[in-house]
C-alpha cells in the first residue's frame, strides 16, 4: 500500500513539536514542585519558621525510601500569638520523589494569621531517626501535578504515535 507523502509532513513536525512541548512540561512539573516550597527544616522535637503570606499550606515529611520514621509522628502548630493552627489530616497524599529521598504530605493546614513566626511541636520522633529527615512545608500543588502529569501523558502518546506513524511511512514508502 503507498502512503502520500504528505502524511510524512504532517507527522514528523507533530513529533517533534509534541517532544518539544513535553519537555518543556516536564521542565515546568519540576519548578512547579521546587517553587512550591516555602520552609525545609530538620525533623526535632520543637521548630520555628516563618511564611510568607496567609493561605493554605502543606506539611510534608521528607525522608529515605521506605523510611518508618513520619509513622507515630504527632504535630500541632500556633502561630506567633500562640493561638493554636488546625492541622488536618490528608486522605489522598501527595508523594515527589527523587533518586533516593522521597516527600510524603503529612497534613494541610491554613494559615490565616498570615505572614509571620509558627511555632511547629512534634511529638512521636524516634531516638534513631535518620538525622537527614527533614519538614517541609509548601504551598498546595497537587492540582498543577495532575495537570501536569495528565499533559505529560498525553504529550508522550501524540510523540509516539507520529514517531510511530512516520515509520510506518518511512517503511511503507519501499
Known sequence: ??????????TVPAFLIAAILLGLTIRSLIHTVRGSVVASVPLRAE???????AGDYDLYGEGRFL???FGALEFSLTDAAGAPVT????????TV???????????????AAGAGSFTLRITGIKENQDPENR?????PVTARMVLHILAI???AMLAMASLG??????????
Not at 135 to 139: D, E, P, R, W, Y
Request: proline share 3%; net charge positive.
Open 87 to 94: 492541622l488536618h489530616r490528608v486522605f489522598f497524599r501527595t
Open 165 to 174: 506513524g512516520s515509520i510506518f511511512i518511512l517503511l511503507g514508502q519501499t
Open 67 to 69: 523510611s518508618r520514621d
Open 135 to 139: 519538614i517541609v512545608l509548601a504551598t
Open 1 to 10: 500500500m503507498k502512503v502520500s507523502p504528505t502524511w510524512l509532513a504532517l
Open 153 to 155: 501523558i498525553a504529550l
Open 97 to 111: 520523589s527523587s533518586f533516593t529521598r522521597v516527600r510524603l504530605q503529612l497534613r494541610h493546614f491554613h494559615a
Open 47 to 53: 521548630q520555628r519558621f516563618a511564611l510568607p503570606r
